[in-house]
């Protein structure tokens, strides 16, 4: 089989990690394939010679031109310099008639608004770094963006979050070109996890609560090092030295859930974690979430994710799991 021909296209202020991390998954992988050749061939494309990213530092590339050979797959980097990239003089005569050559659309984090300048991705599913959600739906209203998963496949295109989440992405896209066994070796050189699926959200409940409740910030560190504990409303205010009415009104005030509700969210989370990382019994997981039972923990867990814990664990377990 040749090799797939991967291009990444690069521009002034590309945020090296949305580059870097998914470049260096496609050299791993060509590494530790077993083949008797590389899978992939890559490389960096630009519309000019020379990419700086900030002052003093910068690179170069190939430039990308209507007679650029065509590529299997074309991946567009996230960045600050993404808006003047899709205004450049270039754009429309050299990277849009290139990316109607490519079998395969990537994009990391706000790349996405490269491929829907070129209005590739009208009517598909995509999404983004998460402070950039408004802007793309505002600005491209035919998109049907999606808010949470850190990355997407819709048939041809691929799209993702920010910054990390472009390493999963990478990730997928390696086992769907060279199967789970691939995928795992460049995960393991690399140090990260082969589990985060698309699916998965963004934000951990803790980090969105803290976002939205800063003022609480201990009290949530403590709930999460208490998970299985007594998390009562009296117990949550006696740890803030408040009465119960004014915390339960200052805590909805501030983070627009009540406690009840945030200590089901924290809980629900550690149980999802659980199911991703262990083979631990559900009755054994509600006694260690802090949940009453095994069907309290089924019916809430149905109620905020519309499965079961069983398939939930199913869907987002690794392949080596679930040859086990």
Not at 60 to 69: F, H, K, N, R
Not at 105 to 120: D, E, H, K
Not at 203 to 212: D, E, G
Not at 285 to 301: D, P, Q, V, Y
Request: charge should be negative; proline fraction near 5%.
């Amino acid at each position: 089989m040749p090799a797939k021909c991967i291009q990444f296209v690069t521009y002034p202020e590309v945020s090296l990690l949305d580059l870097a991390g998914p470049l260096d998954v496609f050299i791993a992988a060509n590494h530790f394939a077993q083949a008797d050749h590389a899978p992939y061939s890559l490389s960096i494309l630009s519309l000019d010679p020379t990419t700086e990213i900030f002052p003093s530092f910068s690179f170069s590339a190939e430039v990308l031109g209507i007679d650029t050979p065509a590529p299997h797959t074309l991946i567009v980097p996230g960045g600050p310099g993404i808006h003047n990239f899709c205004e450049h003089p270039d754009f429309f005569r050299n990277f849009v008639g290139h990316c109607e050559k490519a079998s395969r659309l990537v994009s990391v984090c706000t790349g996405v608004f490269a491929l829907a300048t070129a209005g590739r991705l009208d009517g598909r599913n995509v999404t983004t770094h998460w402070s950039a959600y408004d802007r793309l739906e505002i600005e491209f209203p035919s998109i049907k963006v999606k808010r949470g998963p850190i990355f997407i496949n819709d048939g041809d295109i691929w799209t993702s979050a920010g910054v990390t989440s472009g390493i999963d992405l990478a990730l997928a896209i390696i086992e769907t070109d060279l199967g789970y066994a691939t995928a795992l070796e460049v995960a393991r050189h690399l140090v990260v996890f082969l589990k985060r699926s698309g699916d998965q959200n963004q934000f951990s409940s803790t980090l969105t609560l803290q976002s939205k409740s800063s003022n609480f910030s201990d009290l949530h560190a403590w709930i999460n090092t208490n998970i299985s504990g007594d998390l009562s409303v009296s117990s949550l205010a006696k740890f803030m030295n408040m009465s119960e009415r004014t915390f339960a009104r200052k805590y909805r005030e501030d983070s627009g859930f009540t406690p009840s509700k945030m200590v089901e969210k924290i809980r629900l989370e550690a149980v999802c974690h659980m199911l991703l990382t262990s083979r631990t019994p559900l009755k054994t997981i509600a006694r260690k979430c802090g949940l009453s039972n095994e069907s309290t923990l089924i019916r809430s867990f149905m109620k905020t994710y519309a499965v079961t814990p069983g398939e939930y664990r199913e869907r987002f377990r690794s392949g080596e799991e679930a040859q086990e």
